[in-house]
């Protein structure tokens, strides 16, 4: 495991100071849960684009033609 000095502004250190504490976690645990969610936030807008760019609108609409033609109930 790394360690990590992080500077952080005052008031972005006291919210989250705050925060953790009201979740009954370590200032530690919150910023690394919180740079593991950007990270898979990134990943994930990587990972659809690149499925995007396989995608084919013709196929789509053929797909969506199979699909009957009814009423939601």
């Known amino acids: ?3 990590v000095n ?3 502004p ?3 250190y006291n919210f989250a100071k705050e925060i953790s504490s009201e979740d009954k976690i370590s200032l530690n645990q919150f910023i690394a ?3 593991a969610e950007k990270i898979s936030a990134l990943n ?3 990972y659809l684009n690149k499925r995007a760019k396989k995608g084919s609108k013709d196929k789509f609409l ?3 033609d199979k699909v009957p033609d009814v009423e939601a109930k």
């Open 44 to 46: 994930t807008e990587e």
């Open 1 to 3: 495991m790394a360690a």
């Open 10 to 12: 005052d008031s972005v």
């Open 6 to 8: 992080l500077r952080l």
């Open 62 to 64: 053929k797909a969506l």
């Open 33 to 35: 849960t919180a740079v």
